[in-house]
């Protein structure tokens, strides 16, 4: 039987939508940067290789805990060892990988942007989706989207982490401090550019303040709601810019590492 | 834009309908909604048309307007193109009843679904004390106009008829959250039922009510996605579930 | 002709679901009875959610100074003295307890420091008195009685299963008749607008509650609805109206463009810094102040500027006069030829705040001209215009129990109802009015229910007539457009019985008006019954009619000036005319006028006020006499 705009009783009109303008261009360039990024990283997972020129580490491969990493870019010792599945190591970008992909997979943007690009459900306003049946995130898997603060603290983890790597990043190759790169900027950025998008994140949001129902008897926790609010205002263009960020950052480490390129030093 | 514009104006009934084009005046400053009263008073006298205030302010002239929910009343003809067809339908996720009017009664019943406010018992009237930044998150939901834009667009309902009974929509998420962020509300399982009765976890904020929102109220950001949290909070949790059982309260 | 017809049978019937009606049905209900609530429109539209400034009500929360007393003198200083007196002490007395209601329903007013209900100051108010949400009371209060009627019939579904046991909605449904037994009401008759299927409510008790009379000029804030429905149908009822002939012009609607010509720019814009200049550039106010007004107004530019920083020490800007005053001098200015080129004048906040503070005052103003206008009222100034805005006269009702005058069953609240105003609205006591007299009325009606010992019953003969006038407009032959004749008459009213009026201009209109009654009784409705707008206006014309009619007999009886209306060939107002309340009757053919006698304040109230400003209003006959 027939439904949605179909349905018996409503107006009979034959089009799944009468919108005039390019609703379709949205979705598709969503679709088109989200599946690179994904292509790429996929790529960069599996490379295993030049992800480290000290004291630069690329995003992809920090903190790199396991033994199959290459020499000096484990700054956090190598508790995982190495793991071997049908013959093939695992490459230590998987293990830490899982956490800002599942941050950024169950992040309400995120969501939005791929449940219209890549689910079509719906592909934009008022042009009617694909699909005969719908329930939402009320099942598995998609329940589990309500697991997205745990993907937020221990992104909060990654974010101190990769801080950490901008802040060694003022050492020059031998290790001497007080020195700047081109590099040392890139993965300041990139950090910068993490934090704001964790920090403007709807749940760092509710979690900071959102979840009071007075916000006059805890005034310190409103001003950092009113805060982070704004920032959340901005939180698409964080997503956006940050996904960015961190694919520059390591294709920056990658042509270094692999003597594309020589890191510049300001001083 | 003075001179003659093309509508294409859907007529018919819960039956049939198709659409029926018209040649009419316009001049300068006027809205869609000055155009189909002009059909009406010159060409077709017993077009359906649903209207009241004319200025945006309490949300009848609902309808699509090239595909998008709008209210006629506030979009500007100058907003078009010289010479473009301006094709003008009722809202497509409710039955129609006549032209242009849609049967909105859904949105009553579900508004009868959610409990009501429910004060302190202890506070005579007079007395009621709250701090404006308090009410203030509960006050951009109430300027709901209750137009049933945001209703109409929501695809669970648009492209699923089948989900009207379980669902409640944006416009009712939002009540919900005004009701559960009121400082003096008493009802402390509201969160519950936003999940469990009238359907939360079937939005997938895709944002469109927010985007057709006539008066701005951030409907995804401001309280559905808050509200979420908050069912996470008491419902998915098990940290935060442990302490509310420990401190015996749900939320702050 | 073989028309479905539904029927209906309710202790109460309340026409209207704007806040009078609602609130009547509140009070009917909690009285223990059934009530039907009926809407013009869908259930929450209703022209109540288009007020913006507040609520009035004395409750001191910014200024403990204020006090009912207080709040009751301003109204009657706002009316010029001819109100209801017992109306305006009622209303003074009971704002402050319907505003706190509102609260224990959910409504979310903006606070004071101190978590109370902030009010703001407003044209004719000695004190802050208004209860608001930012630009948007009116919804606020709407919404608020809608989940209250909402929260009463969940109630009811709980207690007894069925949430329409008591309280039922009817939707988009217009009641075109009180049908009668002898001389008490029996019910209420009319269509669905949807279907165009007939109606029949079996009611003793009716409340009237639909609101005004804008759509009868042309130039108007009302919405579609306001075509006068519950004056006419108390007329017809045998009912009278009084003091019709005083129509509030709202100083600053925007005149373009043309798609919201009339609807409002609320008086903030001027209260927080906004001036008016003709097209010469000039401040003209300065030239409008009357003498009686001269100690408290500013009569140049940098004292005006001064009392927005220090109101102790400034005479107010002249744009803060009372609406009628502004609005003849814009009439006055626009006539001169001094108008802006939409025929209006310049109302300027950009030159006067920066346009971050203009957004944030006015928040609904801004996005108002954005959206509609594409004007940024922070780069360019608006061009406004007088709008028939509010109707002070209205039904004749007894002010404690809002029961009409003369006719047994049927009573009015809110601005269907007259009196409580006078010759002359304060803003902000339209709102207090809708909740203090809808509780009056619904409990009025449901102790005359209570009551009444025989049930009047419907005769069959009663609905023949009521259904034979609803199908006329579709049985006429080469009738006239509804839409032209209504055009017609909205520039009658508009031209001849405005903001000015002139004895020759009135008859004129009387004579038009009788034209087009003539051919109204033959406007012919074009396709079916469902709904079917043309259908509609043929049948509200006759309301409209009836309305422009009182109102152009009052207003030729009256020869003076008094708060909403002026005369030009009488200017002065004249106490010998405030002796006097015009009320209108329609004896089946036309509206007859008859001038009924206004009482004098009771001796308690008189107290109030200093005999200097006493003079003013009343003949020293009727001070030495001293007071009731």
């Known amino acids: 039987m027939a439904t949605g705009v179909f349905s018996e009783g409503r107006a009979s009109i034959d089009k799944r939508t009468l919108r005039t303008d390019k609703w379709w261009l949205q979705p598709a360039a969503t679709f088109g940067v989200l599946l690179s990024f994904v292509i790429y990283s996929t790529f960069r997972a599996f490379e295993k290789n030049y992800y480290w020129a000290e004291p630069l580490i690329s995003p992809f491969y920090s903190p790199c805990i396991s033994t199959a990493c290459l020499d000096g870019a484990s700054h956090f010792g190598q508790p995982i060892g190495t793991l071997v599945v049908f013959g093939m190591v695992i490459s230590p970008a998987f293990f830490i990988l899982v956490v800002p992909l599942g941050f950024r997979l169950t992040c309400y943007y995120y969501r939005k942007s791929y449940y219209r690009s890549f689910w079509m459900s719906p592909p934009a306003c008022s042009v009617a989706e694909p699909h005969k049946k719908y329930t939402g995130e009320t099942r598995a898997p998609l329940i589990l989207q309500n697991g997205h603060r745990w993907f937020f603290y221990l992104g909060l983890v990654l974010n101190v982490i990769l801080t950490y790597d901008a802040v060694i990043a003022f050492r020059n190759a031998d290790g001497e401090w007080g020195h700047m790169s081109v590099g040392t900027l890139v993965l300041t950025l990139n950090a910068t550019l993490l934090w704001l998008y964790s920090l403007s994140c709807h749940t760092c949001r509710h979690t900071i303040g959102g979840r009071l129902r007075s916000f006059s008897k805890h005034p310190y926790r409103y001003k950092a709601w009113s805060f982070v609010s704004k920032l959340n205002g901005n939180h698409p263009l964080y997503a956006w810019i940050s996904l960015f960020g961190v694919a520059f950052a390591d294709i920056y480490v990658r042509m270094v590492a692999k003597g594309t390129i020589t890191n510049y030093y300001f001083f | 834009m003075a001179g003659k514009v093309n509508l294409r104006i859907w007529r018919g009934d819960s039956k049939s309908g198709d659409f029926k084009d018209v040649q009419v005046d316009a001049n300068e400053g006027e809205v869609v909604l000055d155009v189909i009263h002009r059909v009406q008073a010159t060409q077709m006298s017993d077009l359906a048309v649903r209207w009241n205030c004319k200025a945006g302010k309490c949300g009848s002239c609902s309808m699509e307007i090239n595909g998008k929910p709008r209210l006629a009343c506030m979009t500007r003809m100058n907003t078009f193109e010289e010479g473009e067809t301006i094709t003008v339908t009722p809202l497509r996720a409710f039955p129609v009843i006549r032209d242009l009017v849609a049967d909105v009664s859904f949105n009553y019943k579900k508004a009868m679904e959610v409990p009501s406010f429910e004060p302190p018992a202890d506070l005579a009237p007079g007395e009621y004390r709250m701090q404006q930044v308090d009410v203030e998150r509960s006050q951009e939901f109430r300027k709901c106009i209750e137009c049933f834009l945001c209703q109409n667009t929501c695809h669970v309902i648009r492209d699923h008829e089948e989900n009207k009974k379980s669902f409640a929509g944006p416009r009712f998420f939002i009540r919900m959250a005004e009701l559960d962020m009121h400082p003096l509300d008493t009802i402390r399982n509201r969160k519950q039922q936003a999940q469990e009765e009238h359907g939360l976890g079937m939005c997938n904020i895709t944002k469109c009510c927010t985007e057709v929102c006539p008066e701005h109220i951030k409907i995804t950001d401001n309280a559905i996605i808050p509200m979420k949290e908050r069912v996470v909070d008491v419902k998915y949790d098990p940290v935060r579930w442990l302490g509310s059982k420990i401190r015996k309260r749900e939320g702050i | 002709m073989s028309q479905k017809l539904d029927r209906f049978t309710y202790d109460v019937v309340v026409i209207g679901a704007g806040g009078a009606g609602l609130r009547a049905a509140v009070e009917a209900r909690q009285a223990g009875l059934s009530v039907a609530i009926i809407c013009k429109s869908l259930f929450g539209k209703a022209h109540t959610v288009m007020a913006e ?448 009026r002139t004895e020759a201009e009135l008859k004129d209109a009387m004579d038009k008006l009788e034209d087009i009654k003539k051919r109204a009784a033959n406007a012919k409705a074009e396709g079916g019954r469902a709904f079917n707008p043309g259908f509609h206006l043929a049948l509200d014309l006759e309301n409209m009619l009836l309305v422009s009619e009182s109102i152009a007999k009052s207003a030729l009886e009256r020869q003076e000036s008094r708060g909403g209306h002026t005369r030009d060939d009488f200017p002065k107002m004249d106490p010998q005319w405030r002796q006097y309340n015009h009320a209108t009757r329609w004896n089946g053919k036309k509206i007859e006028v008859e001038a009924e006698k206004a009482k004098m304040l009771p001796n308690e109230l008189v107290e109030l006020f200093e005999m200097n400003e006493l003079k003013k209003y009343y003949t020293e006959n009727e001070l030495a006499k001293g007071g009731n």
């Open chain 3, 53 to 500: 400034g507040g609520a009035a009500a004395a409750m001191g929360n910014v200024n403990d100074n204020d006090g009912w007393k207080v709040h009751f003198r301003d109204t009657m200083r706002g009316g010029k003295f001819l109100n209801n007196w017992r109306m305006a002490e009622l209303h003074a007395k009971e704002s402050p307890d319907r505003i706190w209601e509102l609260e224990t329903w959910g409504a979310l007013f903006d606070r004071t420091k101190e978590g109370k209900i902030s009010q703001r100051n407003f044209g004719g108010h000695e004190y802050p008195r208004l209860a608001h949400v930012g630009d948007r009371t009116g919804l606020e209060l709407i919404r608020t009685m809608q989940q209250r009627i909402v929260a009463l019939q969940q109630k009811d579904k709980k207690e007894f299963g069925d949430a329409e046991k008591f309280i039922k909605v009817f939707a988009e449904l217009t009641i075109t008749d009180i049908l009668k037994d002898g001389d008490k009401v029996s019910g209420v008759y009319g269509y669905w607008r949807e279907s165009g299927d007939e109606i029949l409510f079996e009611s003793s008790a009716v409340v009237l509650a639909t609101g005004g009379i804008g759509k009868s000029f042309k130039i108007t804030s009302n919405s579609w609805e306001g075509t006068g429905d519950g004056h006419a149908l108390a007329l017809k009822a045998g009912g009278a109206l009084i003091d019709m002939e005083f129509v509030q012009f709202h100083p600053t609607g925007m005149v373009w463009p043309p798609s919201v010509r009339g609807i409002l720019v609320t008086e903030s814009v001027r209260g927080d810094g906004g001036v008016l200049t003709n097209s010469e550039g000039r401040r003209f106010m300065f030239d409008y102040i009357p003498e009686v007004f001269k100690a408290n107004y500013a009569d140049n530019e940098a004292e005006a500027d001064r009392w927005y920083d220090d109101q102790d020490n400034n005479r107010r800007p002249p744009e803060l006069l009372p609406r009628d005053e502004v609005a003849r001098a814009i009439n006055t200015e626009v006539k001169a030829g001094r108008g802006s080129p939409q025929g209006g004048v310049f109302l300027d906040v950009s030159s006067r705040l920066p346009a971050e503070e203009i957004k944030r005052r006015l928040p609904s103003m801004w996005h108002q001209f954005k959206e509609l206008a594409d004007v940024d009222i922070t780069k360019a100034p608006m061009e406004v215009g007088p709008t028939c805005h509010y109707v002070m006269g209205g039904v004749k009702v007894d002010p404690d129990t809002a029961a009409a005058d003369g006719v047994a069953g049927l009573f009015a609240a809110g601005e269907v109802a007259g009196g409580m105003h006078g010759s002359n609205r304060l803003g902000g006591n339209s709102l207090s009015d809708l909740l203090v007299f809808g509780r009056r009325a619904g409990a009025g009606a449901a102790a005359y229910v209570k009551a009444l010992k025989n049930k009047p019953t419907v005769s069959e003969k009663e609905i023949e007539r009521a259904s034979t006038r609803i199908s006329e407009p579709f049985t006429r032959e080469g009738g006239e457009n509804p839409y032209s004749l209504h055009q017609e008459l909205q520039n009658i009213t508009q031209d001849l019985v405005g903001i000015i």
